[in-house]
């Protein structure tokens, strides 16, 4: 009975508990298959690919997480982290790249309704596996790619007797430690690349970094041309402790480069560093990026050696630097599309040798702050410009915002000769005060005052935006026979400024415009051989005093309808005066010839007047001569005859606004004089007298 009783207690002690477990309301676990359970986030696990990497590599690390029942949870983001920066760094996106060899654990972690979670991975960074090198080449050698990667340490000679070889075999991988150089100083190297198989030249340095001239580069010190460089790539050289570029050519060495690649320079791409380096005869395909300054820079006497056909891009400078003195002929290539010649200073081409250099066409020259390009300036030399309608060649500022008178223009000097010639270009922006005597023309030609002054052939040239002239022509200096189309456009100065005895020299079928004062300038003095001047459809300007007549040939300077000369205060046009000489001015009704003031607003007594002395076979016929009678001549009128041998040679035109007489005549008793008889009021003359003091009077 004891133990009944024991049972049915104990049996309804369960129900009780069984009731009251139904009855709780505390909280209970649903089970994994609840519906009402709220997921959070409980792991977050790392994984890197790889794990372990060598200089050069990078790894790419994931993160993933987890709730509690291990199942994917979606989190905002991860926030990346590396142990250690020294050995490897990773950015927000989970890259991580070494920087040292050692080990550094890469962290993510991510924090979602109030929980943090993080996980971690480890990387590992060695060495790279390789073949060193730190011992001077000094017999020929050849470095295989299936040694690769070469690494070179410090400076690393090619030299000795006899003159070594160091080969480089296709496809060959060469690691650069820092501020190290590979230099041919006395031998040759000979990198084989194919475009299949290119040699790498490169820093060996860690994946983030900053390589840009990590090392020195690859110096040419050995004469000649026996080193050559074929598909090769240099990168992350020029550093500022080395020759001042990747690729440095220096002390009379000409390598062949076939198909070169220079990227990421901390200075020039290619430097040629002294006038007697060059590139090598059959050198071509120069590829040049990221360089921190110019992409070649080259002594200008050896620029002809410089390849056409290559590509420079993303360097400070795509183009190709030149300074110093053109001593030999030669013809500047066009380097490639886009790529201009940047000249910072003076180039003069000059020499016993009479050198010529020829631009070729489509070049572009840009200029820096009172830069110039002169040939013959003190010795002989000559320029030849050979643009086309399709190619023109551009001379212009090295400016982004270029300013007229930026530089200071094109100067052919009396040394130069007819060889010089120009054709199909522009020159603008020039203008610039060089001193010396040097004039401030876009173009500047001078004489010689022997008689054989520079006198270029100009065919289709246009100067523009120059801050004073848009040529300049000294002395005995002129234009040759062959010229046409020279054209000026929106010049500080006279459109063209010249003596009167090379005005006929001119070329014609150019245009004009913009020019301040758009017209041509005659300097001075004494018009002394045969010549007639074209109509350019510009005025001449005459500031100071012209004359014609020569005591060796007596001679003509005819004019052509429609010109006109226009004249500065006080300033007079003598025929004859002191040696024989005669004036044809003969126009047409609709293009009378004219002889002006130069003045907006004339007044009378501007200028002094033609004057004719010993002028015999001179003729005026549909002209028209104006507002003169200015003090200072013997005769005082537009027009004044001093000798009656001139006879009736002035019809059908108008003598105007005079402030004394119209026309003067001498009844001989001055010295140098005859009298005069004809009567120029003559109807039968058909000249018109107007707004004069009188018509004809004595002078």
Not at 69 to 95: H, L, M
Not at 515 to 529: F, I, R, S
Not at 608 to 637: D, P
Not at 665 to 692: C, E, K, L, Q, R
Request: proline share 7%.
């Amino acid at each position: 009975m004891k133990h009944l009783k024991t049972s049915l207690w104990f049996t309804a002690c369960l129900m009780v508990l069984a009731g009251c477990g139904s009855d709780d309301s505390g909280p209970t676990d649903p089970g994994p298959e609840d519906p009402g359970k709220t997921p959070q986030l409980s792991a977050v696990t790392v994984t890197c690919t790889p794990t372990t990497l060598t200089a050069g590599q990078s790894s790419q690390c994931t993160a993933s997480a987890t709730d509690q029942d291990g199942k994917p949870f979606s989190v905002p983001g991860y926030t990346w982290a590396s142990s250690n920066e020294a050995v490897a760094k990773v950015d927000a996106t989970g890259k991580a790249s070494p920087f040292a060899v050692g080990t550094a654990s890469i962290t993510a972690s991510a924090t979602a309704g109030g929980i943090t979670r993080q996980g971690q991975a480890t990387l590992t960074i060695s060495e790279i596996p390789s073949t060193p090198h730190t011992q001077n080449i000094t017999s020929n050698e050849t470095w295989r790619a299936a040694q690769n990667p070469h690494v070179v340490y410090g400076t690393l000679e090619v030299t000795g007797t006899p003159a070594p070889t160091l080969t480089l075999e296709a496809g060959v991988e060469i690691l650069f430690a820092e501020n190290a150089e590979l230099r041919i100083t006395q031998g040759a190297l000979r990198s084989t690349g194919t475009p299949e198989a290119p040699v790498r030249l490169k820093a060996y340095m860690f994946a983030s970094l900053p390589t840009q001239g990590a090392w020195r580069g690859v110096v040419f010190a050995a004469e000649g041309s026996a080193s050559e460089v074929a598909h090769t790539v240099l990168t992350d050289c020029g550093g500022t402790s080395g020759a001042g570029a990747c690729l440095a050519i220096q002390g009379r060495a000409a390598p062949v480069l076939r198909n070169v690649t220079v990227q990421n320079s901390a200075s020039a791409g290619i430097l040629l560093s002294t006038e007697d380096s060059a590139f090598g005869a059959g050198t071509t395909g120069l590829h040049i990026t990221g360089s921190e300054t110019y992409a070649v820079r080259i002594h200008a006497n050896q620029a002809g050696t410089l390849p056409e056909g290559n590509t420079f891009t993303a360097n400070t400078h795509n183009a190709v630097e030149l300074q110093g003195t053109v001593s030999r002929t030669q013809t500047w290539p066009n380097p490639g599309t886009g790529i201009a010649y940047v000249v910072p200073q003076i180039v003069t081409i000059e020499g016993t040798s009479k050198p010529i250099l020829t631009i070729a066409a489509g070049n572009t020259l840009r200029f820096g702050p009172n830069a110039r390009l002169g040939a013959g300036l003190s010795r002989p030399g000559n320029l030849v410009v050979d643009g086309t309608p399709q190619a023109p060649v551009l001379f212009t500022a090295d400016s982004a915002t270029p300013q007229p008178g930026h530089w200071q223009g094109v100067h052919l000097g009396g040394d130069s000769s007819n060889a010089s010639r120009i054709s199909h270009a522009t020159i603008e922006y020039g203008g610039a005060e060089g001193g010396n005597g040097l004039k401030p023309g876009n173009l500047n030609i001078y004489g010689n005052y022997a008689g054989t002054g520079a006198r270029p052939v100009l065919t289709h040239l246009l100067v523009q935006r120059g801050s004073k002239y848009g040529v300049y022509v000294e002395a005995d200096g002129g234009f040759d026979p062959a010229s046409t189309a020279l054209s000026a456009h929106n010049n500080g100065g006279y459109a063209i400024s010249l003596q009167a005895n090379a005005a006929s020299t001119l070329p014609v079928n150019g245009t004009f415009s913009g020019n301040t004062p758009n017209a041509v300038e005659l300097q001075c003095c004494y018009v002394t051989t045969t010549q007639t001047w074209p109509n350019l459809g510009i005025p001449y300007v005459l500031p100071v005093n012209i004359g014609v007549g020569s005591i060796n040939a007596k001679p003509t300077l005819t004019l052509l309808p429609g010109t006109q000369l226009r004249f500065g205060a006080d300033v007079d046009f003598q025929i004859g005066k002191n040696a024989p000489g005669a004036l044809v001015a003969v126009g047409t009704p609709t293009e009378p010839i004219q002889f002006v003031p130069d003045a907006p607003t004339p007044t009378k007594g501007h200028w002094r007047g033609l004057h004719f002395w010993q002028a015999s076979g001179s003729k005026l016929e549909y002209v028209t001569v104006s507002y003169a009678g200015a003090e200072g001549s013997i005769g005082n009128g537009n027009v004044n005859v001093y000798r009656g041998e001139t006879g009736a040679f002035i019809t059908n035109s108008t003598l105007s606004y005079s402030s004394k007489c119209g026309i003067t005549v001498s009844n001989g008793a001055g010295t140098g004089t005859t009298p005069v008889s004809t009567d120029f009021t003559n109807p039968d003359y058909h000249i018109t007298f107007t707004g004069n003091l009188g018509r004809q009077c004595i002078n």
